[in-house]
C-alpha cells in the first residue's frame, strides 16, 4: 500500500470522529459503538504510515541526527 492510502484512512478516521462526537453530543443510540468504530480505520492508517516511514531510505538518517 502507499503512503497515500494511510493518509486516506487517518482522514476518513477523523471524519468519523467528528461526526459520532457530534452524535455523541445529541445522546442518539448506538453513538458510542460509532465512536469505537472510528479507531479502526485511524488505526490501520497510522500502522500503514508508520510501516511506510520506517521503511523509507532517509529515515534512518533523520533519526540520527
Do not use: N
Not at 468519523?16 to 455523541?24: G, N, Y
Not at 465512536?35 to 511506510?52: C, D, M, N, R, S
Not at 534512518?60 to 541526527?65: A, H, K, N, T
Amino acid at each position: 500500500m502507499k503512503a497515500r492510502h494511510g493518509l486516506i484512512l487517518v482522514a476518513i478516521g477523523l471524519c468519523f470522529t467528528l461526526v459520532s462526537v457530534i452524535f455523541k453530543f445529541q445522546h442518539w443510540p448506538f453513538s458510542g459503538a460509532l465512536f469505537l468504530l472510528t479507531y479502526i480505520p485511524l488505526f490501520l492508517g497510522g500502522i500503514i504510515l508508520l510501516v511506510k516511514a520506517l521503511r523509507h531510505p532517509g529515515f534512518r538518517d533523520f533519526l540520527e541526527r
